[in-house]
């Protein structure tokens, strides 16, 4: 089982961006799916984008998101990146990527692997 690595999060106030980051190691990177999904205290979790294997050449956002949030990925960097644009104060939540064997999928149950996630925090 590989691994996944989140990275990037942090403080910002409401209208800014940050771009995550996602690392995976042990793994042939471009076989899985990725997703980004996200957690606030008291909140089940939520999608945030999915990307497909391969080139990405598909993604998904739901409609809270489309339009703010891009997916990407970069296969020879192992990586896949969530950049957030325009941050709202309930954008804030632990956000975590994860990865699926399938070639698309929006079911969390789907991603059998999971990162450690990373805090974003965007103030008012």
């Known amino acids: 089982q590989g691994q996944l690595v989140e990275s990037g999060g942090g403080l910002v106030q409401a209208g800014g961006s940050l771009r995550l980051s996602c690392a995976a190691s042990g793994r042939t990177f471009s076989n899985y799916a990725m997703g980004w999904f996200r957690q606030a205290p008291g909140k089940e979790r939520e999608l945030v984008a999915t990307?497909?294997?391969?080139?990405?050449?598909?993604?998904y956002y739901p409609d809270s998101i489309k339009g703010r949030f891009t997916i990407s990925r970069d296969n020879a960097k192992n990586t896949v990146y969530l950049q957030m644009n325009s941050l709202k104060p309930e954008d804030t939540a632990v956000y975590y990527c994860?990865?699926?064997?399938?070639?698309?999928?929006?079911?969390?149950?789907?991603?059998?692997?999971w990162g450690q996630g990373t805090q974003v925090t965007v103030s008012s």
């Open positions: 990307i497909s294997r391969g080139g990405g050449g598909s993604q």
């Open positions: 994860a990865a699926a064997t399938t070639y698309s999928t929006t079911d969390p149950n789907r991603f059998g692997s």
